[in-house]
T-cell receptor, first 113, second 118 residues
Framework: DAGVIQSPRHEVTEMGQEVTLRCKPI?????LFWYRQTMMRGLELLIY????????DSGMPEDRFSAKMPNASFSTLKIQPSEPRDSAVYFC???????????FGDGTRLSIL | AQKITQTQPGMFVQEKEAVTLDCTYD???????LFWYKQPSSGEMIFLIY??????QNATEGRYSLNFQKARKSANLVISASQLGDSAMYFC???????????????FGKGTKLSVIP
């Protein structure tokens, strides 16, 4: 069975550019989570969706970050404009029933120069 | 206050020995869940084991077991017969209380880096 699929795996871009990260959750999972991982701050929840609806975006660092889930099989995390401090690994995870574990994608390693 | 505490930034274990990774948590909820994830150097996050707060038996999954002590609010991961491939970061996480919309968040600890020595 396919797991959570994220693209791209790596992204290197210059500051000021728009960055779009993509995620395809596991089919049948109704919750989707975006995380950011850095050495300094560890793993931080940015936003999560339930049935395609954003439930809690309090972890989104600032207005430069936005996330959408137009349907049950696709989500995007956008950074515009990007800054060097946005460099991190961004994970997408999905989950079915609330007692089930979240399953993570392989992450997108983002470097903003 | 930190909800999940992993006090061991790094641990070493001899191959084939058992190792315990510590995790304590803080919650006032009666219903909660505890998870352990493994993150090897390649970066992916791999789910290992789950323990529900009402589960009376300690969870086990192959060489992984969870030493759940509810009164002490600890959920330590025990890896038996360590293998070189067990070298990785290990994260403890807790499912938060109901948010009102049917979805539960996970709060992660800072992680423990385990190194298995041949």
């Amino acid at each position: 069975d396919a797991g959570v699929i994220q693209s791209p795996r790596h992204e290197v871009t210059e500051m000021g550019q728009e960055v779009t990260l993509r995620c395809k959750p596991i089919s049948g999972h109704n919750s989707l989570f975006w995380y950011r991982q850095t050495m300094m701050r560890g793993l931080e929840l940015l936003i999560y969706f339930n049935n395609n609806v954003p439930i809690d975006d309090s972890g989104m660092p600032e207005d430069r970050f936005s996330a959408k889930m137009p349907n049950a099989s696709f989500s995007t995390l956008k950074i515009q404009p990007s800054e060097p401090r946005d460099s991190a690994v961004y994970f997408c995870a999905s989950r079915g029933d609330s007692n089930q574990p979240q399953h993570f994608g392989d992450g997108t390693r983002l470097s903003i120069l | 206050a930190q909800k999940i505490t992993q006090t061991q930034p790094g641990m070493f274990v001899q191959e084939k020995e058992a190792v315990t990774l510590d995790c304590t948590y803080d919650t006032s909820d009666q219903s909660y869940g505890l998870f352990w994830y493994k993150q090897p150097s390649s970066g992916e996050m791999i789910f290992l084991i789950y323990q529900g707060s009402y589960d009376e038996q300690n969870a086990t999954e192959g060489r992984y077991s969870l030493n759940f002590q509810k009164a002490r609010k600890s959920a330590n991961l025990v890896i038996s017969a360590s293998q070189l491939g067990d070298s990785a970061m290990y994260f403890c996480a807790m499912r938060d209380s109901y948010s009102g919309a049917g979805s539960y968040q996970l709060t992660f600890g800072k992680g423990t880096k385990l190194s298995v020595i041949p």
